[in-house]
């Protein structure tokens, strides 16, 4: 039989692990849905992507691309802050062969603020910049090309990595064996790695980067009540939006790591990674 003290210990490491999320199993994974950036003009924006990075157009709405199974989209804000230093610092893209990829920027106009460098161990990488300051990293990794990751910015990283299982799920590994990472695999859905940098962040919101997105694998609703009952804070309930050319959606906003705005969405009728 167990002593007293050590029933107490058990339910005291219980409820510190319940108040500070280390202890908590991760959640479910839930499939990465979009990222939504602030731009001045969507049509101008998209063509821009499009041209530079690839991707597929969709009809649902005006000016959105594919990349695998992830919306890229475009907010109408011709004030929007750089994303560099805010709570999502960067994208990321993958492409077959970064110095020609480069040599097609340079030709082109495209902004580059660190030129291509091999990192022993990783991939080549480089940093460019979109003309309404978004920074890209640019990698060669042969594993997942096209739309490759998200770096979050985090006063502490390993509280952001916890936040995003204990909420999201996802896989806790290395990009690489190097970087911390989790990752987000679902079936049907491309993969999508999300990184943290260490360092003081500003809220999302009216920056390039505005937002990122999952999807809701149930009704909205229940995604959301699940998420308020594990202290998470809940901006925007959930609301209806018919799409242009396609069918309604669910959409609600909740705050991340940092102040890194996060819509969830639920895509009735579509199939996993339509």
Do not use: C
């Not at 108040?19 to 001045?40: E, F, K, M, R, S």
């Not at 997942?144 to 910015?153: A, P």
């Not at 202290?231 to 396609?246: A, F, I």
Request: net charge neutral; no cysteine; hydrophobic share 40%.
């Amino acid at each position: 039989m167990r002593s007293a003290r050590s029933v107490v210990v058990a339910l005291t490491l219980l409820s510190w692990g319940a108040a500070t999320g280390v202890a908590q199993a991760p959640a479910p994974t839930l499939p990465y849905d979009h990222i939504h950036l602030n731009v001045p003009d969507p049509a101008v924006a998209a063509t821009w992507y499009e041209s530079n990075f690839g991707g597929r157009r969709i009809t649902e709405a005006p000016d959105r691309l594919m990349y695998g199974s992830t919306r890229f989209m475009f907010l109408k804000n011709a004030n929007g802050k750089p994303s560099a230093g805010s709570a999502i610092d960067h994208v990321g893209f993958s492409v077959a062969d970064l110095d020609a990829t480069m040599k097609k920027f340079e030709a082109s106009g495209v902004k580059v603020t660190t030129p291509a460098r091999d990192v022993p161990g990783l991939f080549k990488l480089a940093f460019v910049e979109d003309p309404w300051g978004t920074r890209i990293e640019v990698v060669q990794d042969p594993e997942l090309l096209g739309l490759h990751h998200i770096h979050l910015r985090n006063p502490n990283p390993e509280e952001a990595f916890t936040w995003l299982l204990a909420k999201f799920g996802g896989q806790r590994t290395q990009l690489k064996g190097r970087i911390d990472a989790v990752k987000y695999s679902a079936a049907g859905f491309s993969d999508m790695w999300i990184l943290v940098t260490k360092g003081e962040a500003e809220p999302s919101i009216g920056h390039a980067i505005d937002h990122i997105g999952w999807r809701s694998t149930g009704p909205l609703a229940g995604t959301i009540d699940g998420l308020r009952s594990k202290g998470v804070e809940v901006t925007s309930e959930p609301r209806d939006m018919k799409l242009p050319n396609g069918p309604p959606i669910s959409f609600a906003y909740v705050a991340g790591p940092a102040a890194a705005r996060i819509e969830l969405v639920e895509r009735p009728g579509l199939a996993p990674g339509k």
